[in-house]
């Protein structure tokens, strides 16, 4: 079996024979890409290179990644302990191509290092690739001789890579394994049928290899790269479970010294109760990414990565409470990371004195206020107990953020036992009171004193996308300048402008500012900091601008109009969700871009597809009946007596403005909208997902969006069409009518075995020995795997009654055995002991029971010597 250093150290050593320089895993705070908030992937310190901005002085490149994934759409803190596979820190193993080799050497080196250096069965291994990538799938078969039946096609979702929504990407071939029935965790759920990318943990991907082969433009459209890429990676935990024939990943051998470390800590068993095993899995997983976070330079904060890591610290040492560790305790786990993973991450030997005392100031102070936050919670709690009620005031949430430093997911972890959420809105709507203050006091006082503080930038974007005006100020690198040139990215605020300012959650305009000289700006994005304050944000691409300058200003037509009609259909969308949901629905936060809209609301769990399904008929509905967009403006009181809803996160004056469509939706909003609902044309939606304890997310697109959506789905019906040969409206019929056909085709083949099985029992049966006075059968049975070698073993047993039985199996590559002894002979024969003897002898380990274990190997060609040492082993047993 290997460990996880040396499954790692073979991976490195392995690439660097095929010529790749192992290339250090960089920071977790990624220092290339401010766009992250850490390091996600092994890819993320080359990203400059696929985007042509950087040049490394090797081609091909290898790596071990430790990577952090709480943030942003990767973020798999809450699921971390409640089951045995996320994490928040990992590591990817890697290996890349800049314009280099490519498909077959990727794929090739790939299969050779899992089956030839690692063994892993071949006949377990799968391959999925891109819906119309043929190269690929040429590339197995010639490379790895897989079957068609193994290597399956996918859409974009699960195998077509992209950097983001321009720029480099390209299809993905993963590599999946089939662990065996025994492994799925949906085994009770009506109708689940394991299967690759089946959502069950019985197929799992291994390694995913994409290939860098195209550039998306602007309009979407795909152009070759004139040289291709290669980016691998393959998670460390995951392979070490496979490779060590564990199911869990924290039972993996570098997990299990963390876990090992924690039962001494708390004199509690790892495996005892399935409650307390989720502290021990939080503890394990929290303590190498502080450690790690700690060594990097993170400390403790606020803001930005130091709350981070201040979450993962007090999320922790809320789990060492529950398990009864009273003081801290945190800070001698990392002791452990250190010796477990010091050897290939030198930073958190030379900084373990660092972590250690910031872990434990961490600890300590969070103990001064651990204690009253529980008592408060407590008191709430016995509050909504004898009410009956099952949400926790927004007020209380904040209070317990604010003044006892729970940060908001620790109260709904605690909550969760119970059954309890939070008032994500309540809560929300506090921390942005709190967070505009702070926003506004910096902000404001950045503004140049050239602009009187009464001063208001004039809004003229609702009527009109063009206006002249005059500049008031200049901003360049964080300083009021008098005047900017060529190539000069600036701020340029005018006394009066057309473009619409990020706000509300629709995105800010773009454009060009000219000048009568002919000087032009290109305006990238519109901000709106402040209730006074428009700013246009751009690059100087012709000639210069000065304060004073008299300048035209003109909005992008088509880029306000998609952002129109996105905005206008969420009111709409709004307005139908809290008639099918419900009037608990609450706008959370939304984003109106002109691609798309994002809507976040409050409700309790999933919506049904066929909810979806009406949700967007009536959405629809709406958008047909034509009706007119009015805006009005009165009083805030009295828009909300009219039954108008406010928005997530804004802040609202004496006089609002009310945005109503029809007699259906009314909402303040200083947003821009169609002037009738018509005009959104058509609305689809894409997705729809959890964000957070009780709140929900809804994708969509509209218009021109909409039809290009249903024209790709159109496609790939056509496509499946063609692949089994029928036309659209058979095709559903064709598919059901194949996985049928395949389903009893299935059952026959296992029928077939199981009778084959069956038939060699008399037949084995004449080959046992008497030894010792006892029943023993040792042989060969060749190509049966573990689950048909299982079953034979079983049938020889209850036939023989009291015995002991040993199988050997051969595969091309691998070998499987099994021993069985019966329960009156367990205290001469030990099953687990025998194979643990036998199995070294052709490459392999395992284990097992008295009455029973498996195990298996890589060399068949040492079989005879195996059965010879497991008759050897039995003799001498008396």
């Known amino acids: 079996m290997l460990t996880g250093n040396e499954i790692r150290k073979s991976f490195l050593d392995f690439f660097a024979r095929q010529g790749h320089t192992v290339v250090k895993s960089s920071s977790l705070m990624p220092e290339k890409d401010p766009t992250l908030l850490f390091t996600n992937a092994g890819m993320v310190q080359f990203k400059n290179v696929f985007l042509g901005l950087e040049r490394l002085p090797y081609a091909r490149a290898a790596s071990a990644q430790k990577c952090l994934r709480i943030s942003g759409k990767h973020n798999d803190l809450e699921a971390v302990g409640r089951d045995t596979y996320h994490h928040t820190f990992f590591e990817m193993l890697g290996n890349w191509s800049f314009g280099d080799y ?28 891109f819906r119309d990538d043929d190269e690929a799938e040429r590339t197995w078969r010639k490379v790895a001789a897989l079957p068609p039946e193994r290597i399956l096609r996918f859409g974009e979702k699960e195998n077509f890579w992209e950097m983001a929504e321009t720029g480099p990407c390209g299809p993905c071939s993963e590599i999946h394994i089939d662990r065996g029935a025994e492994a799925c965790d949906r085994k009770k759920e009506k109708g689940h049928r394991c299967q690759v990318n089946g959502s069950c943990a019985r197929f799992i991907e291994l390694w995913n290899l994409v290939f ?143 972590i250690r005392a910031m872990i434990r100031a961490e600890e300590e102070r969070f103990a001064e206020t651990l204690d009253k936050g529980l008592a408060l919670l407590e008191v709430a709690l016995g509050e909504l107990r004898r009410q009956k009620k099952r949400l926790l005031s927004g007020e209380v949430a904040f209070r317990l953020y604010d003044t006892y430093g729970f940060p908001l997911d620790l109260t709904e972890d605690i909550l969760s036992t119970e059954g309890i959420t939070v008032d994500q809105r309540g809560f929300e709507r506090l921390m942005e009171e ?13 503004v140049d004193l050239r602009i009187a503080p009464e001063q208001e930038i004039r809004f003229l974007g609702y009527d009109r996308l063009d206006a002249e005006s005059r500049v008031i100020a200049i901003y360049a690198e964080g300083q009021g300048r008098k005047e900017i040139g060529e190539g000069t990215e600036a701020d340029l605020i005018t006394e009066a402008t057309p473009f ?90 939304s984003l109106v871009a002109p691609d798309r809209l994002r809507f976040d609301f409050s409700h309790p769990g999933a919506i049904p597809p066929e909810k979806l399904e009406e949700i967007e008929k009536r959405v629809n509905e709406r958008i047909r009946l034509d009706a007119e967009v009015r805006i009005e403006e009165s009083s805030f009181d009295e828009a909300v007596r009219q039954g108008a809803l406010a928005f997530f996160g804004e802040k609202y004056g004496d006089r609002v403005r009310v945005v109503r469509i029809g007699d259906f939706s009314a909402e303040l909003c200083g947003g821009t909208h169609v002037h009738r609902s018509g005009e ?97 059968l040792i042989t060969r049975v060749d190509g049966m795997d573990n689950k048909q070698l299982r079953e034979t073993a079983d049938q020889l047993k209850e036939q023989m009654g009291s015995g002991v039985v040993f199988l050997i199996s051969a595969g091309e590559t691998n070998v499987t055995m099994v021993s069985f002894v019966s329960k009156d002979l367990t205290s001469r024969y030990h099953a687990g002991n025998l194979i643990k003897e036998v199995a070294p002898i052709v490459g392999g380990g395992g284990g097992g029971r008295p009455d029973f274990a498996q195990a298996g190997g890589k060399e068949p060609s040492k079989i005879g010597a195996a059965l010879k040492k497991a008759e050897e082993i039995i003799r001498q047993s008396k």
């Open 212 to 354: 860098i082969q195209y550039n998306r433009s602007e309009d979407g459209k795909l152009a070759e790269l004139s040289a291709k890429h290669v980016d691998t990676g393959m998670g460390l935990e995951r392979v070490a479970a496979v490779r060590q024939g564990v199911l869990s990943n924290y039972d993996v051998d570098f997990m299990r010294d963390l876990i090992t470390a924690t039962e001494g800590l708390a004199s509690k068993r790892y495996g005892a109760d399935a409650t307390v095993d989720v502290s021990f899995r939080v503890i394990a997983d929290h303590a190498r990414a502080v450690s790690f976070l700690i060594a990097d330079g993170v400390a403790p904060g606020n803001e930005g990565r130091g709350y981070v890591l201040r979450r993962l610290l007090r999320r922790a040492a809320r789990h060492g409470r529950l398990m009864g560790l009273k003081g801290p305790f945190l800070h001698q786990m990392a002791t452990t990371v250190v010796e477990v993973m010091g050897g290939a991450y030198a930073e958190l030997r030379s900084e373990e004195g660092r």
């Open 434 to 446: 709190q967070r505009g203050r702070a926003r506004e006091a910096r902000e404001i006082s950045q």
């Open 500 to 589: 619409y300012g990020e706000s509300g959650g629709q995105v800010g305009d773009r454009g060009v500012i000219k000048s009568a000289r002919g000087d032009q700006l290109e305006v990238i994005d519109t901000q709106h900091p402040t209730p006074q304050l428009i700013i246009h944000k751009g690059r100087v691409k012709r000639g210069r601008f000065q304060v004073g300058d008299r300048v035209y200003l003109k909005v992008d037509a088509g880029h306000r109009q998609r952002t129109m009609l996105n905005h206008s259909a969420t009111h709409i969308l709004h307005s139908v969700l809290r008639e099918e949901l419900g009037a608990h629905v609450r706008q959370a936060g």
């Open 102 to 129: 490519y498909k077959e050497e990727a794929i090739g080196w790939a299969w050779e290092l899992l089956t030839k250096e690692w063994g892993l069965p071949r006949e377990k291994l799968w391959a999925t690739i």
């Open 680 to 776: 959104i044309g058509i609305f689809k939606l894409q997705s729809e997902g959890g964000v957070a304890a009780g709140t929900r997310r809804v994708e969509a697109v509209t218009g021109e969006g909409a039809l290009d959506l249903i024209r790709r789905y159109e496609e790939r019906l056509k496509e499946i069409g063609e692949l089994v040969r029928a036309n659209p409206d058979e095709t559903v019929e064709k598919v059901k009518k194949l996985l049928l056909q395949q389903r009893e085709l299935e059952k026959e083949v296992e029928r077939l075995r199981g009778q084959f099985s069956k038939n060699q029992i008399p037949e084995l049966l004449a080959k046992r020995q008497n030894i010792n006075g006892i029943n023993i």
